[in-house]
């Protein structure tokens, strides 16, 4: 039986073809597949806006099935983007199953439900605005010798005869689209590159962002490609207005790229209103955002709003700290925090009788504190604390005045410092309740160093050596106990850590 299928398409540079199948024979008699026995059907959809987006049997470096489908299930509140793990969706379409045998495929209408169509317009002119038409046509069985006329998989149509009612292809298209597989090879390769994406691509290039990126932020969200060129120079210009870095553009675009999609006027400039209405100074608000960029995906008045609001009133933060806090844990107002708010402070008050007042002291000084676990962060630090002798009082002093301590590593930092303490400056662990800040100085830029130097000097005190001296600056340091030039400490420094390096290289 010889069947004709006719595909009428309409293209333009700038929208998808619509691509409609009819079924005749050769007598013009309409084909109906109930009544057809002999011969196989394709059911020819586009699931997605764009048909030519994606090749469904690509995968991507990351080893996923890409998918032109998206999740925002989650509508304006989507959470935190840090997750590189959750790229994309399962793949939504289901592959054409082969069956027969001697390498003979056949194409069963009961097994087939989707088959996407790659670059159908590829040899047409980008530029025509006219309807064009081609016709396939497939003589004798679709599975006659083991080949029908699509090649027998998927479209790359075989020896079926293509014939352009618009006349011959556009050689120049044919350049282009070679120039692009050049320059964007994985791209063309993975995921289909659509000749309408070069122009942003270009503009986003000129911020750092390479093959890599496009292909992590098409994983993470396919529509921040299709943006226009334009209206994404408009919503970068007016983060770089606002104090955003022009080098760190790549960072928020890589953790957040559906930026390119939020409008200037009603979504970026809401966020960094709402911002400035909480104290942050403008030369903080580049830095919060690049820390942040999430926060344009949350609604200013349905989640960050009451977010401030449960700050103020429920843990109690001071409205004239708000702007230090949100400065230093700007991910405070993306998170939920009414749980983690009561667990820390029903687990600092149960384990070290700590009062409500020094539990929000805590916060407003180490936000971060809010999202450190109770098992693996809290939990460890305290117990380090009372294993060198400081009882619950002590701790909840130095925890209460320095916060940070959460914050650093058991191995690579509180213990060396605390054996340093005790073995090289002489002095009781009674002294961390009264300087808590040796704590968070630097056991290899300050501690050492200042300790050192009094000594080559011949000015360290005798018994034990005074924290005090390891608080001030470089200069007040020099001038209160060493007396004498910084220029010469910082020699001395310079010496002493090349001399240690080279132990350490050494073993």
């Known amino acids: ?15 998808d073809s619509n691509i409609h199948v009819i079924f005749s024979n050769f007598h013009g008699e309409s084909f109906k597949p109930s009544r057809c026995k002999d011969c196989s059907l394709f059911i020819v959809s586009a699931a997605h806006s764009n048909a030519k987006i994606l090749k469904t ?13 998206y999740d925002t299930d989650q509508g304006e509140e989507e959470h935190d983007e840090d997750d590189d793990d959750n790229l994309t969706a399962e793949d939504q379409f289901v592959p054409m199953k082969e069956y027969g045998s001697n390498k003979q495929k056949r194409y069963n209408l009961k097994n087939i439900t989707k088959v996407t169509v790659n670059h159908v317009d590829r040899t047409w002119d980008a530029r ?102 334009g209206s994404a120079q408009e919503r970068l210009e007016y983060l770089l207005s606002v104090g955003v870095k022009h080098k760190d553009i790549r960072k928020i675009l890589l953790r957040q790229p559906q930026i390119l999609e939020y409008t200037v006027e009603n979504n970026l400039k809401l ?21 942040t960029p999430s926060l344009f995906s949350y609604s200013v008045e349905n989640s960050l709003r009451p977010t401030v609001k449960y700050l103020l009133d429920e843990v109690g933060i001071n409205k004239s700290d708000l702007g230090k806090v949100v400065h230093l844990s700007p991910q405070i107002l993306v998170q939920r925090i009414d749980n983690s ?30 999202h450190y676990s109770i098992e693996d962060g809290l939990l460890p630090r305290i117990n380090f604390l009372r294993s060198i002798g400081m009882s619950n009082s002590e701790i909840l002093k130095v925890l209460t005045r320095l916060s940070q301590v959460f914050s650093l590593s ?5 213990k060396p410092k605390y054996m340093y303490l005790v073995n090289e400056l002489g002095n009781e662990v009674q002294s ?15 501690i050492r160093p200042r300790h050192r130097f009094l000594i080559a000097l011949k000015k360290a005190p005798k018994g034990a050596f005074p924290l005090s001296s390891l608080v001030p600056s470089d200069e007040g340091f020099c001038k209160q ?10 020699a001395f420094r310079q010496r002493l850590l090349l001399r240690e390096f080279a132990q350490k290289y050494e073993k």
């Open 341 to 370: 708010w009561t667990m820390r402070y029903s687990f600092l008050s149960k384990e070290l009788g700590a009062s409500k007042d020094s539990v929000v002291k805590m916060v407003t000084k180490h936000p971060q504190f809010l």
């Open 432 to 446: 961390l309740a009264k300087y808590p800040t040796y704590l968070s100085l630097s056991l290899d830029q300050r």
């Open 128 to 229: 025509s605005s006219k309807q064009g038409s081609f016709e396939i046509d497939v003589s004798g069985s679709v599975e006659s010798n083991g080949r029908n006329s699509f090649g027998g998989s998927g479209f790359s149509y075989g020896s079926s005869k293509m014939r352009n009612s618009s006349g011959e292809g556009n050689r120049e298209k044919l350049k282009m689209g070679s120039s692009t597989r050049t320059r964007f090879p994985r791209m063309s390769e993975e995921l289909d590159l659509d000749e309408k994406w070069l122009p942003l691509l270009d503009y986003l290039a000129t911020f750092g962002l390479k093959e890599s990126h496009f292909i992590k932020m098409y994983e993470r969200h396919m529509p921040s490609l299709q943006i226009n060129v």
């Open 410 to 414: 058991l191995e690579d930092n509180l």
């Open 481 to 490: 106990w060493a007396g004498t030039t910084v220029d010469k400490y910082l």
């Open 271 to 291: 966020h960094v209103a709402f911002l400035e209405s909480l104290g942050i100074p403008n030369s903080r608000l580049g830095q919060i955002i690049t820390v």
């Open 1 to 15: 039986m010889a069947l004709r299928l006719s595909f009428v398409t309409s293209f333009s540079p700038f929208s």
């Open 57 to 69: 049997n690509r995968r991507s470096k990351y080893g996923v099935n890409l998918s032109t489908f």
